[in-house]
């Protein structure tokens, strides 16, 4: 890891923080009466935690839908009052379909893009292009801007105390690395050699957790997953634990915290093959312990992607490089 250089990326997302401010202050001027947070797979998966905090903290409703839906079924729900944010990386094929879908009912679209003058790009009211590739450092643009909203709306008064603490989000994120370095080599030694394995998490974190699950470790590496709300455990896919069963449950760091500790203690009596992720005591470097559950979700990625990621490539062989479909076929 080059530290110097990741800070410095750092930085220059947090950099983004006065035009994605200057964004949310827009459209909260302009008004709106209900969100929709839309995406594609990983993209989806990302917003989805800024729509969970929105329903948690404040009164606007607040929906993901996938690009596609968008395009084929829509919502009648959107309309000129709507606030559409938008995240992809190219700005192409169902993002765009969904963009032009939004625009013709007339919902106010924020997109966030990695590709300057995509078709995503053109479509939209307000864009913040960030070529960054690195996700828990994407993260920040849309803290910026999502949070800023809830701030404006009711939702998260602290907000200006936290835009500032996130500064040091970059040296934290390396720290976390380092305290799961040793937890990521042995789970993901361990998953690596799985058929199947079960991820639990809810709340902030749960998005993150079936992203990591979906996204990677099936469409990379090709190993069966199934993720489950930690709620939903014990209505069915408990019956599927054994001694040998590999889970992973990603605890929660707010009220959720509680469906996630009942969990761990059935584990801790009927598995021998389980793994907890919690960041409950990492070092935050002096940002509040109450923002917390405001970062877990890249919290959750960083450890996954950084530190279990290359652990499952070197024993499968297998990558992103080593997709059948995704970029080869059409489809």
Known sequence: MDRTGYLAAGQANYAL???????ADAVCEKGFQNIFFVGSGGSLMMLD??????????????YAMSAAEVVTCGSKQINERSLAVLLTLNGTSDIAQAAQALKARGATIVAFVGVEGCPVEQQADYVLCNKERDTPLRYLMLQFFCYKVLHNVGGFLEYPQFAQQ????????LSVREQFAEWGRSFGQTAARQGFILWLSSGAAYSECARYAGCTVEE???IKTQTVNSAEFFHGPFELVDRDLCVVLVKNVDGNRALEERVERFLERFSHNYYVLDFDKVDLKGIDRA????????????????EVQPHLEAVTGLSAATRKYYGVEQY
Do not use: C, N, W
């Open 17 to 23: 923080r006065a035009q994605a401010e200057g964004m």
């Open 166 to 173: 996130i500064q040091a989000l970059p040296e934290v994120f």
């Open 220 to 222: 990379m590496v090709r």
């Open 49 to 62: 935690s800024f729509r969970y905090l929105f329903f948690q903290k404040s009164d606007i409703p607040a």
């Open 291 to 306: 923002f917390l559950p405001y970062i877990i979700a890249p919290l959750t990625t960083l450890v996954l992607k950084a």
